[in-house]
């Protein structure tokens, strides 16, 4: 079992930035892929950014490239994401997740979830 607790979640205007983190105990962390996802009101979970169990690949949802980083520390087990430019449409509860091994963009192949952390950016 993973346990995943996200933070660093509030309101911002639009322009602004985020930082959020997701703690993770329980199992080997360098053993699983981490990834965001995030869900707006009355839309489906939707896959954010994907880090490596090394950090060595990432790889981002295409209106978040650029403006968003995903990074990893495997000593203190967190994974972070750096949000910068804020939009309004980027307002969702993100959560963070695992998967053992190989990273995935598709939410039904991650094992483990955090309860969320709410993002608002206002116009």
């Known amino acids: 079992q993973v346990q995943l607790v996200e933070s660093g979640g509030g309101l911002v205007q639009a322009g602004g930035s985020l930082r959020l983190s997701c703690a993770a105990s329980?199992?080997?962390?360098?053993?699983?892929?981490m990834a965001w996802f995030r869900q707006a009101p009355g839309k489906e979970r939707e896959f954010v950014a994907v880090?490596?169990?090394?950090?060595?690949?990432?790889y981002y949802e295409e209106s978040v490239r650029g403006r968003f980083i995903i990074s990893r520390d495997n000593v203190k087990n967190t994974v972070s994401l750096q949000m910068n430019s804020l939009k309004p449409e980027d307002t969702a509860v993100y959560y963070c997740?695992?998967?053992?091994?190989?990273?995935?963009?598709?939410?039904?192949?991650?094992?483990?979830w955090g309860q969320g952390t709410q993002v608002t950016v206002s116009s």
């Open positions: 997740t695992a998967r053992e091994f190989s990273p995935s963009l598709f939410a039904t192949e991650y094992e483990y």
């Open positions: 329980g199992r080997t962390f360098s053993d699983y892929a």
């Open positions: 880090i490596a169990w090394n950090g060595g690949n990432t």
